[in-house]
């Protein structure tokens, strides 16, 4: 599969994500690189639109496994689903570590981006390889002229029982720790609202970011105007800006690890840095914490009294 797809991407003088540290899939994949892949029997392409969408229009062998399925409970979606769930999940797809597991979700926005990326940052900790994400989803694929169908496509159950590797995972434990040894890079990935503290996600219950952080704003992987995410070198820039001593861990955050993803994808698969993780439950986590968590850019008591006060009026009265 690996020398497949690497004749694959020299014959066609493919870039996307091109280094010496690249997986043998192409991590961005543009609806013409993706058609020719969908007749391989190592391909799965996993659509992530919730059902009614597919059920309306899909690529003909594409496989539906929305978004839902991967996220936490209400409370913090950011939480990762129990493991017996996640190995019934992966199993029902068909999925082994030999499979090219290509991930499409609606291509609506730069935030609709952030599904795609979190799964595929799942399915990488759950040890598939060969991974790839439809730049544009399905947005881009039917722009460009590309076959819709309706047909439910039949897969065979594998029994590939994968256990969740933690190396690109951290946990409140492991940020705490990085805040008391100022050892990681932290980078939030949140637009100036939650960043400074102005507003916050509904499950959280303070407001404001965690000590010494950097701001990446997850919109800058786009390109102006559009859903799609930029190449390689300018994910390189990007990076470029998340400021990290060498050896240290960086550490993706959002408020339900969503957006934070896009910033993962871009900072480890995009840009090729090493040891960056995803904070999966990321602020919503952090401020449920038992004990006092530590923050930064925390707004004064009064106007966090003023701005509870007007999220209940908007939620009592509108």
């Given at each position: 599969?690996?020398?497949?797809?690497?004749r694959?991407?020299l014959g066609l003088?493919?870039g996307?994500?091109?280094?010496s540290?690249a997986?043998?899939?192409?991590?961005?994949?543009?609806?013409?690189q993706?058609q020719?892949l969908l007749q391989?029997?190592?391909?799965?392409?996993i659509?992530?639109?919730?059902p009614k969408?597919?059920e309306a229009?899909?690529?003909?062998?594409?496989a539906?496994a929305?978004y839902?399925?991967w996220?936490?409970?209400?409370?913090?979606p950011?939480e990762?689903?129990?493991q017996?769930?996640?190995?019934?999940l992966v199993?029902?797809?068909g999925?082994?570590p030999?499979?090219h597991a290509?991930?499409?979700s609606s291509g609506?926005?730069?935030?609709?981006?952030?599904a795609?990326?979190?799964?595929?940052?799942t399915?990488?900790s759950?040890g598939?390889?060969?991974?790839?994400?439809?730049?544009?989803?399905?947005?881009?694929?039917?722009s460009?002229?590309?076959?819709?169908?309706?047909?439910?496509?039949?897969?065979?159950?594998?029994s590939?029982a994968?256990t969740f590797d933690?190396?690109w995972?951290?946990t409140?434990?492991?940020v705490?720790k990085?805040?008391?040894?100022?050892?990681?890079?932290l980078?939030d990935?949140?637009p100036?609202?939650?960043?400074?503290?102005k507003?916050r996600a509904?499950?959280a219950k303070?407001?404001?970011?965690l000590?010494?952080?950097q701001?990446?704003?997850f919109?800058?992987?786009f390109?102006p105007?559009?859903s799609?995410?930029?190449?390689a070198a300018?994910?390189?820039?990007?990076?470029?800006?998340?400021?990290?001593p060498?050896?240290?861990d960086?550490?993706?955050?959002?408020?339900?690890?969503?957006?934070?993803?896009?910033?993962?994808?871009?900072l480890?698969e995009m840009?090729g840095?090493?040891n960056?993780?995803?904070?999966?439950?990321?602020m919503?986590?952090?401020t449920?914490?038992?004990?006092?968590?530590?923050?930064?850019?925390?707004p004064?008591?009064?106007?966090s009294l003023?701005?509870?006060a007007q999220?209940?009026w908007?939620?009592?009265?509108?």
């Amino acid at each position: 599969m690996k020398n497949s797809l690497t004749r694959y991407a020299l014959g066609l003088g493919l870039g996307l994500g091109a280094t010496s540290w690249a997986l043998a899939a192409q991590p961005l994949l543009n609806p013409e690189q993706l058609q020719p892949l969908l007749q391989q029997a190592d391909v799965r392409l996993i659509d992530i639109r919730d059902p009614k969408a597919f059920e309306a229009g899909h690529i003909a062998q594409a496989a539906n496994a929305p978004y839902g399925k991967w996220r936490g409970p209400a409370t913090n979606p950011g939480e990762l689903p129990d493991q017996a769930k996640l190995v019934a999940l992966v199993q029902s797809l068909g999925l082994t570590p030999a499979t090219h597991a290509i991930v499409i979700s609606s291509g609506a926005d730069a935030t609709d981006f952030g599904a795609a990326a979190r799964v595929y940052w799942t399915l990488k900790s759950l040890g598939l390889k060969e991974l790839s994400i439809v730049n544009g989803g399905m947005k881009a694929w039917e722009s460009a002229g590309k076959p819709l169908g309706k047909t439910q496509v039949q897969i065979a159950p594998s029994s590939y029982a994968p256990t969740f590797d933690a190396n690109w995972l951290a946990t409140q434990q492991d940020v705490g720790k990085h805040i008391d040894l100022s050892n990681a890079a932290l980078v939030d990935s949140r637009p100036d609202a939650f960043y400074l503290g102005k507003t916050r996600a509904p499950a959280a219950k303070l407001s404001g970011t965690l000590p010494g952080a950097q701001q990446l704003d997850f919109n800058q992987w786009f390109v102006p105007g559009t859903s799609r995410f930029v190449d390689a070198a300018k994910a390189r820039e990007i990076a470029a800006k998340v400021q990290r001593p060498q050896g240290q861990d960086m550490v993706a955050f959002c408020n339900t690890g969503h957006w934070a993803a896009t910033d993962w994808f871009g900072l480890s698969e995009m840009a090729g840095l090493p040891n960056v993780k995803l904070y999966a439950g990321s602020m919503v986590d952090w401020t449920q914490s038992k004990d006092a968590p530590r923050m930064a850019n925390q707004p004064g008591r009064a106007q966090s009294l003023a701005y509870d006060a007007q999220k209940w009026w908007e939620k009592t009265f509108k």
